[in-house]
């Protein structure tokens, strides 16, 4: 009958597809809900602390807010004909860079010193990234600490700024001294950092003669070691060492960092080489893991992490680590370099003094940004 709506008839093939996309859909959902419900989880294990607050009667006053300069235009000159590091321009995030602070901190929790400080530096321009360590013993200006009443800022050993005001002091603290703002950080605290590398499954290192002295024998895994024990724990330097020939060795989480923590035998240049190494092997190791083993992973090292970031900000950055396993690494830079400082001693405690602190500025900049 004319107008008569008659049911309509699907081919064969028309419906296997049908079948098969509702399959495809299906499958697609449960790995989004999947994929749901695991970063749900592991942003609930990252400590998410923002910028700390200070009681303003504490005997460090953090002056003005951090700045905002974000990608304004420098010009060389500002360079030359600044009558000092004040004068030099402050950089932060500028298209094509964005600047993260690594940090290592010195105890159980995170309010010690920051025994370790890196500068990641991702650069989409040249895809590359790049790790700069700022030597924990360099002498600066920290800003508005006044211990001895003089109306200037005291100057102390880098590290101590973090102990004294975590990282929005330590963010000042490069800002009035090596002229980068940079927001963002993240923090994990040396008594984390086996757990991550366990997770990864070890590290394979080279170490040479001397260096084997100062990493524990296989089968010690405590900070501190039991009296009375008679394994691999317990020597005179606190543990019984590797023996055997120098050589690359396969690490458990407590050697790597050990190793990375290496201070007596050589500088505070050779350990912060160590540190950079061992954060290289780590990105290799991710690398080359399968996504299940990633997530397995990321349960065990986030509820180590320590940041200010937001969760849609650290989901963004973790977003895009893929993009990043394809850039090359950089680990040839630390702050200040060879022939930029000069030995010194202050209130008892040695240290490095900046020869000139103008060039070591141009330096970095050009370094991260050139």
Do not use: W
């Amino acid at each position: 009958m004319k107008g008569t709506l008659k049911p309509h008839r699907y081919s064969k093939k028309t419906r296997i597809f049908t079948i098969v996309g509702s399959s495809v859909m299906a499958v697609l959902g449960v790995l989004c809900l999947t994929v749901a419900i695991v970063l749900t989880t592991m942003l609930g294990r990252i400590g998410f602390q923002g910028d700390t607050e200070y009681d303003p009667n504490a005997d460090v006053d953090f002056g003005d807010e951090d700045s905002d300069i974000q990608g304004e235009p420098v010009n060389p000159d500002d360079y030359d004909y600044a009558a000092d590091v004040l004068e030099l321009p402050v950089r932060g995030n500028e298209k094509g860079v964005r600047n993260i602070l690594l940090l290592g901190i010195d105890g159980t929790s995170y309010s010690g010193r920051s025994d370790t400080t890196m500068i990641l530096s991702i650069n989409d321009n040249t895809k590359t990234i790049k790790l700069v360590s700022i030597l924990r013993d360099t002498f600066v200006n920290i800003p508005g600490r006044d211990k001895d009443g003089d109306g200037k800022d005291d100057i102390g050993k880098f590290n101590a700024a973090y102990a004294y005001g975590r990282h929005t002091l330590q963010n000042k603290t490069i800002e009035r001294n090596f002229r980068l703002d940079i927001d963002d950080y993240i923090g994990v605290n040396f008594s984390s950092l086996p757990k991550v590398i366990d997770a990864l499954g070890g590290l394979d290192i080279y170490l040479t003669q001397k260096e084997m002295t100062q990493i524990p024998g296989y089968g010690c895994n405590v900070e501190i070691p039991i009296p009375g024990r008679t394994d691999d724990c317990g020597g005179a330097n606190g543990f019984f060492s590797l023996k055997g020939e120098a050589g690359t060795y396969h690490l458990n989480g407590f050697q790597a960092m050990q190793y990375a923590r290496i201070r007596k035998l050589d500088s505070d240049f050779k350990r912060t080489q160590r540190q950079q190494k061992v954060i290289e092997l780590i990105m290799n190791k991710a690398k080359s893991m399968s996504y299940s083993q990633l997530v397995a992973v990321l349960y065990k090292a986030l509820d180590c992490v320590d940041t200010n970031m937001s969760s849609d900000e650290f989901l963004s950055f973790a977003a895009s680590a893929v993009t990043y396993f394809g850039y090359e690494l950089k680990r040839d830079y630390s702050v200040p370099k060879a022939g930029e400082y000069k030995g010194a001693t202050i209130n008892g405690g040695a240290g490095l003094m900046l020869t000139d602190p103008k060039t070591v500025v141009k330096n970095l900049h050009q370094y991260l940004y050139g």
